[in-house]
């Protein structure tokens, strides 16, 4: 019986007797296995550091929000022709009255000057006029003796019993305009344009949530408690944005991720002096506006250009102020008939007295920047796409904070109205943001809610809100399952390859096996020196497979983590300052798996051809090597 230090002896001169053969089996294994090592340091690492970043804000909470339109079926073969009477109907009265109104004003007033209440195709086919004001009524009546939309998704809310429901409300301006007043004032010739990506500004509009879900973006009480002027509109703004109003210029591209980061935690630190200004105008103050525009480049263009009798001049640029008469040369009758037409105008509910107003929004917390072509490139977008929040470029006012405001009647009339059409035919709609107890109840909650994306075709919606808890948690179940069938693959690959070196190492040693066969070694003793062959081997490639996963690892976490650190701090605003994103992590149950693979790869790899050359006989073996 061969004991085992002679075994392990043996076995070791074996490993340095085909050197070569060795150290090349060893690096191609050690090159299939490093990568699975790899990908286990970088999984733990990416998911360590998203769980420090994310400590104690929306990530540890399972949101959804989901919003309901009660979407009416306008041409439907049986809801269309009683919308259209009724609508005729409508607008019959509407004539009438007008008619008599202009009469008793002593106005003109012209019928075929409305719109009708339908639109023609041929002879046979009617739709409704959206542009007409007796068809929007019409449809109107009929959305309210429907169940409304905060009903319906209330119901549907109760099915999965979340453990708290907030509403969320968008700001309307009803027709109105919102222009930003940068340090130049207000640009009159320019209509802002919702940006193709990237963040929009505040007059864009915004939302109105309960503090509990804004409360994670929220600044410490520390810095609110610094803001004395208590009468402007509270709100968490982009972090872009409060780096404009604190008059920063953009760090250049070739800035260091040391100096990205300084830059994040002086917004950060400053961001309750930001303030942000935009001027409110009504139609009749935006068309006082552009008369005043129009007379400037007519006068300039056209030498033969009759001015009007009533002329309007721009104001100053910075007072949002409403336009100034520079001219009015009407006669009495003329100013008697305008005023009676206003007067005609407000009997219908049209607008004729022209309003503005400074708007003045202060910062009190930080959202993440919106997401342009830009955010989708590199590690980092990957990272602001997986890890990211939903209230990225979103402006948003805490609810409780607006209602404790002592002027807050001020800024009623952007409050969003009950539903009522007005241009289009929209529809009744009702916004929430629901939370659960679980990530199981909130992700069967979406799924069963809603399709995946906040645009549904249907009637409801439901996507993640806050940020992507869940999904996160889903990535890293599918990544651990693709490590799974590809460290079997590889461990299938490795086992063949050691398949081949060890048996190419029993087949040159068959004489010495029948002479240790001859002399009364038993087949366990032979099997014992492979083993212990099978285990260095296989604890050389371990060694060098961890070696390499981890100095691959190390390389790219020094080339790439310090920009990611830059952008989970821009998602993450509220992060410590000394919290750093790394790609190395220690997974041991994984790398313990890993190292158990890599053993019985080598194991595979040996029982075939030491079990054929142990069932061949001895004295032949002995005959056919000499």
């Not at 056209?302 to 040369?329: E, F, H, M, R, W």
């Not at 285990?535 to 920009?563: R, Y």
Request: charge should be neutral; charged fraction near 20%.
């Amino acid at each position: 019986m061969i004991r085992l230090f002679d075994a392990t002896t043996l076995a070791f001169t074996k490993l340095r007797t085909r050197r070569i053969r060795t150290i090349v089996t060893v690096i191609i294994a050690s090159l299939l296995f490093g990568v699975i090592a790899l990908a286990i340091l970088m999984l733990q690492g990416g998911v360590n550091s998203v769980n420090k970043f994310s400590a104690g804000s929306l990530t540890d909470r399972y949101l959804a929000t989901a919003s309901y339109s009660s979407q009416i079926a306008i041409d439907d073969d049986t809801l269309t022709p009683k919308l259209l009477d009724r609508a005729t109907e409508i607008y019959t009265q509407l004539i009438a009255d007008k008619k008599a109104a202009a009469k008793k004003l002593g106005i003109e007033y012209d019928p075929a000057s409305e719109q009708k209440p339908f639109i023609e195709f041929g002879d046979d086919i009617k739709i409704l006029n959206h542009a007409s004001s007796a068809a929007v009524q019409a449809f109107n009546e009929y959305v309210a003796t429907q169940p409304s939309a905060k009903q319906e998704l209330e119901k549907i809310i109760a099915q999965h019993q979340p453990s708290h429901v907030y509403p969320v409300t968008t700001s309307s301006t009803r027709g109105a305009q919102l222009k930003p007043l940068t340090n130049l004032g207000e640009d009159f010739t320019k209509t802002p344009q919702y940006p193709s990506g990237g963040t929009p500004g505040v007059e864009f509009g915004w939302q109105y949530v309960d503090r509990a879900v804004a409360q994670s973006f929220m600044l410490p009480d520390s810095q609110l408690d610094k803001q004395k002027n208590v009468q402007d509109i509270p709100i968490v703004a982009p972090v872009a944005k409060v780096e404009e109003a604190l008059g920063l210029k953009r760090l250049p591209n070739t800035a260091t991720a040391q100096e990205k980061l300084d830059r994040i935690r002086y917004i950060r630190n400053h961001a309750e002096t930001a303030t942000f200004s935009v001027c409110y105008r009504n139609t009749v103050s935006q068309n006082q506006i552009q008369n005043a525009i129009d007379v400037v480049k007519e006068t300039a263009e056209n030498k033969d250009y009759k001015k009007p009798s009533l002329i309007y001049g721009l104001p100053d640029a910075n007072s949002c102020s409403g336009a100034v008469v520079t001219q009015d040369t009407r006669t009495a009758a003329e100013k008697t008939l305008a005023g009676k037409q206003d007067e005609f105008q407000r009997m219908f509910g049209g607008e004729t007295i022209p309003m503005q107003q400074k708007v003045t929004f202060r910062a009190v917390g930080l959202s993440p920047n919106g997401l342009s072509a830009e955010s989708f490139s590199g590690v980092g977008g990957l990272l602001t796409a997986i890890a990211g929040s939903t209230l990225e470029g979103q402006w948003v006012v805490p609810q409780q904070m607006y209602d404790a405001m002592p002027n807050k009647q001020d800024f009623d009339k952007f409050l969003p109205s009950a539903p009522k059409l007005s241009d289009y035919f929209n529809y009744d709609s009702y916004r929430v943001v629901a939370e659960f107890n679980t990530a199981a109840q909130v992700k069967t909650f979406v799924t069963k809610t809603g399709c995946g994306n906040p645009y549904c075709d249907g009637t409801t919606s439901a996507i993640f809100f806050g940020s992507n808890s869940v999904l996160i948690d889903d990535i890293r179940n599918q990544v651990i399952k693709v490590l799974a069938y590809s460290a079997m693959g590889v461990g299938l690959i490795a086992a063949i390859i050691m398949m081949g070196m060890i048996g190419r190492v029993i087949g040159d040693s068959r004489r010495e096996t029948a002479v240790f066969r001859a002399i009364g070694a038993k087949r366990n003793d032979i099997r014992l020196i492979y083993f212990m062959y099978t285990i260095m081997l296989s604890a050389i490639i371990i060694i060098v497979s961890l070696a390499m996963g981890a100095l691959a690892a190390w390389w790219i976490d020094t080339k790439i983590a310090p920009d990611i650190s830059v952008q989970a701090h821009l998602i993450y605003i509220f992060a410590d300052d000394d919290i750093a994103f790394h790609l190395i992590g220690i997974w041991w149950q994984a790398l313990i798996a890993l190292i158990g693979l890599i053993v019985l790869a080598g194991f595979v790899g040996m029982l075939l051809p030491l079990s054929r050359n142990l069932a061949r006989n001895p004295i032949k073996d002995m005959r056919d090597d000499t």
